[in-house]
């Protein structure tokens, strides 16, 4: 599978997301500074509220543009055969789940492409850290299963 699809499939649904994003931080920010937010008394904590969550969906506006931005830059070339699992490589399980791409960032985004369901995982997330540095033929557990599960493939 092409890997440079699967980056172009990440970077469009991370562009969406923050285009959704920042729609909710400035309306959240458009209500903190509202004419009709403006507390009536000491214990009116509306536009207190409305001023955290906007900072809140800002931060979260941030983070995603830089996940755009490290994915735009991120080089996915082909592994070749026998390569260690590393960021940029598509793992193949056996067992017939999705494939696995390991990105810097973004964990738990999972796409389609060309009929295939891509899940993005961390070295930072337990399955990530199971897989780093294995090879297509590696045996390793899976965080919650007790059986032990085969790599397939590491492109």
Known sequence: ????????????QLRAELEQQTAAALLARDEAISEESRPENQYDM??????????GQAKLANEIS???????????PD??????IAIGALVEIEGGGPLYFVGPRAG???VNVDG???????????LGRELMGKHAGDSF???????PQRILSVS
Not at 116 to 126: A, G, N
């Open 116 to 126: 295939r369901e891509v899940l993005v995982i961390t070295p930072q997330s337990p």
């Open 46 to 55: 509306h536009s207190q509220e409305a001023a955290y969550l906007a900072e």
């Open 108 to 110: 738990g985004l999972d």
């Open 66 to 76: 830089q996940n755009i931005a490290q994915y735009a830059a991120l080089p996915v």
């Open 1 to 12: 599978m092409n890997k440079a699809l699967i980056r172009d499939a990440i970077l469009t």
């Open 141 to 147: 557990r899976l965080p919650g299963r007790g059986a």
């Open 79 to 84: 592994l070749p055969e026998q390569a260690a």
